[in-house]
């Protein structure tokens, strides 16, 4: 079998990559980590996934624009509130 630059490269696992996807998109790894999530999300289509959807999340959370609510939603959340309450759920009360 034949060796490429490549396999110089540590695979670095799923969890691993996880665990670093905000620090990629903050540019907050150092060259060897960037390089390794880099060539992970290459090839994992997971990751890959998930690392749009965080950056996504990112990119709406650093915008200036605010999100529009569905209309009605703020209502719907407001009485299933009031219907929570209703009910009498219990909640630690501070003594
Ligand atoms: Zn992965």
Known sequence: MERNQQSAI???TCMQ??????DYLDG???LD???????????CDHCSA??????NVVV???????FQVPSGLDERLHD???????????FCEPS
């Not at 980590?33 to 090839?43: G, T």
């Not at 709406?60 to 605010?66: A, K, Q, V």
Request: proline letters at 0%; a negative charge; zero cysteines.
């Open 10 to 12: 540590v695979e670095m």
């Open 17 to 22: 990559v996880r665990a670093l996807i905000v």
């Open 28 to 30: 907050n790894l150092g």
């Open 33 to 43: 980590e960037y390089i390794r999530v880099d060539a992970h999300l290459d090839h």
């Open 50 to 55: 998930i690392f749009d959807g965080v950056r």
């Open 60 to 66: 709406l959370l650093g915008s200036d624009e605010l």
């Open 80 to 90: 299933e509130l009031i219907r929570v309450e209703a009910r009498g759920t219990e």
